[in-house]
Structures are given as structure tokens and as C-alpha cells.
């Protein structure tokens, strides 16, 4: 099955020598090659270049791009979108003046969707999880990481997993899952720390282990929730089982998450909304990817990842949506780069950057998506007719996209 896409406008994250990814200075730069051809060959992509230089084979699909822009499928590394229900009344709440941390010491956020969660038949888990994976599929998203962590318990944390799972094994998209082991101390062990995370080391992690149910490791780092030395013990006993760390860390406070992932050699840390200085200069020479979730700090107004210290002190950086039913209840990620360059000061070729390639590294992906290479999976976004690609994160809210194609095949 062979597909030529011709007289493309614009054909953005052209790497004919695949990175792993980018970063400080070579974020600025986006490579493209304008008035383009690309041709998919049984899901991959197999050539491009200029127009001048097209084939004049035969393919089974042809496609005029002209005017129209196409690249990369974003690449969304850090998502909780198997969840049960909503938490809406918690965002009438914090209209009314309650702030995230009020209403979860009150019982409500994370304990709420546990609670949901728990109840919830598997086959209903998936089919309202399926809704929001074609959603966000549907907005460019092509390869995606999904977390448990709203179980609480070791049968509903397996249920999330065999749900993500069952969602790899159903859509063409590019899936990893990760074990959020401690997101949340459940009331059952409100005064006993250590004996839900002895259950965790001793039944939670070894089942998803021998049933494959995770590619990585997670823990909510933070004061109130989990501390650096909770962090540890998780993160060793996921190791030991070959789950590798990636971790939410300086969301709300900056208590040393973030060298606690970097001892177990985490594959990303993500929020970073608190950094301090040590932070930044911890993360350098390392191969832990910062991750940054701009939708949670538009949805819960609090600070912003400070891209532009992360970046000019040379670090890469990637950006994710973390759509989850609290802090983030969108997994649109047009509007993470949007929000990216409009609030964090990174330039529309430093979002795309962040959102493509160094997602996908943050995934583990970075040789199957997450730019125009020969091999890559065709994982595509074509635009509709516009100016140039800094017009998408500038046209905020609004949708850019006319078709997304998986694996060379348009999803509808
Ligand atoms: O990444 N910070 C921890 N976990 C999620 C939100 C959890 C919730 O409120 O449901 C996050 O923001
Ligand atoms: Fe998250």
C-alpha cells in the first residue's frame, strides 16, 4: 500500500538524520522543506523531498497537500486518560474560592475519581476511556503515554491497566503505559503510609510486571502526597522489575523529586511548575527529559513551567497535555503549544520541538515518531490551508487540522 502526498506547502520536522532529541539552542530551529512530496509505503514513511525531485511511479493514493502544511502527529507523553466520571462540582468549587489542595483535603480530587474508579465495571472503564483517546487522536495526537493511579487499590489499579492495555491492542496509535503506583494515600491506610507502599512493592508492582501491564514507573513526588524517600522506595522496587521511572515532580513545591528521578535514572520529570536553581543545573548532562504541562497550569492557575530558564540554560524540554479529570480536563494539544508560546515565551518552533520529537523520546518513542524520517511510522498531521505553521499555536482554540493520518491511513 503506497501513499503520495504532493505540492505540500510546508513539510515541518524534516530530521533526514534522526535525533533523539533536542535541545537549548537547536530547539529555535525547525526544520522543513517547502513545495514538498512524501510518500508512505505500508505505514512508514519512505521518501521525501522537493517536488522537483518526485517520482513519477504509481501510487495507490495519491493526495494533493497543496497550500496545506504537514507534520508530525504530536507526541503526548504524559496523559491519565483512563479515568471514571468527572469532577466538574470541583471546578465550580474552585470558582467559589476552594483551591485544588483545599478540596483534596476535603476528600475530594484524587480520592474522588478513586472512588468512581473503583466501582466502574472494566468494559465500562474503556468504553468511556475510548471517547477521549479517538478525541484526542482526532486532534493530532499519534503516540501517547497513559497512567493508572486513580485505583488506589491492587485490583483497580490492574483494571486501569488492562484497560490501556486493551486500548494498545484496539487503536493504531503508539500507546505506553505506566504504573502511577502512589498517586494517592486511599483512607484505608490514612494512617499506615508504609503499609500501602509495602503493598505496593510487594503486590502492585510484581503483578503488573509478570503480566506486562507497564512499561514505566510513577509516583506524585510532592508535600502532602508522597516524599522523596516514599519516591525512592518506589522507584527502586519498579526498577528492580524493569518498570523505568517517569515522575511527577515540583508541581506544587520543589522538595528534591526531581534528583530523586535523576539517582533512578527516570526517563522524564514532569510538571516542574516549582523549580529552583540546583534543579536546573541537576538536570544538566543527564538523559531525563523535562516534561511540561502547561494545560494544568492554564486549568488550576498556577504558575508555569519556567521554559524559557530551562531551555537557555541549555536543557530540552518536552510538552504533554496531562488530561486527567482534576488538574487538566483536556488533552488538546494544539492548545499545550499554544499556551506554551503565549504564557511561557517558547517560540512556535520550540513548542513544535517540544510536542514532536523530544515527547516522543519522553515515551521511549523517539525511533518510531516524532519527526519526518525515512522508517518513522506515517503518523501525520495535515493542515488545512494556512499561512505557516506558527499559525497554529497562534490561532488558539481553534483547530487546524483537516485530516490525521495513523500509520498512513486517515482517522475519522
Ligand atoms: O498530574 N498531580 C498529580 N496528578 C494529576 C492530577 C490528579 C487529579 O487531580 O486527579 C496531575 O495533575
Ligand atoms: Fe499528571
Known sequence: MTTLFKNIKELVQVRNTPVSYVSGSEMKTLPTIKNAFLIVKDGLISDFGTMNNCPTLKFDNTIDASGKLILPAWCDSHTHIVYAGNREGEFVDRIHGLSYEDIAKNGGGILNSAKKLQKISEENLYKQSKVRLEEVIKLGTGAIEIKSGYGLTVDAELKMLRVIKRLKESYPVKIKSTLLAAHALPNAYKNNKIGFLQLLIDELIPKTAKENLAEFIDVFCETGYFSVEDTELILKAGKAH??????????????????????????????????????????????????????????????????????????????????????????????????????????????????????????????????????KKANLILTKKISSYAFIPYSFGNNQIETVFINGNPFN
Not at 524493569?242 to 510538571?271: C, E, R, W
Not at 508560546?341 to 523530544?358: G, L, V
Open 242 to 375: 524493569g518498570l523505568l521511572p517517569k515522575i511527577h515532580v515540583n508541581q506544587f513545591t520543589a522538595i528534591d523529586g526531581i534528583q530523586a528521578g535523576l539517582k533512578y535514572n527516570a526517563l522524564s520529570v514532569d510538571h516542574l511548575e516549582e523549580m529552583r536553581k540546583e534543579d536546573i543545573m541537576d538536570l544538566k548532562n543527564t538523559a531525563t527529559m523535562p516534561v511540561a504541562l502547561p494545560s494544568c497550569s492554564y486549568f488550576l492557575s498556577i504558575p508555569y513551567t519556567p521554559a524559557r530558564k530551562i531551555i537557555d540554560a541549555g536543557l530540552p524540554l518536552a510538552l504533554a497535555s496531562d488530561y486527567n479529570p482534576g488538574s487538566t480536563p483536556s488533552g488538546n494539544m494544539n492548545f499545550v503549544i499554544s499556551t506554551a508560546c503565549i504564557k511561557m515565551k517558547m517560540t512556535p518552533e520550540e513548542a513544535i520541538n517540544a510536542a514532536t520529537i523530544n515527547g516522543a523520546y519522553a515515551m521511549g518513542l523517539e525511533k518510531e515518531v516524532g519527526s519526518i524520517s525515512i522508517g
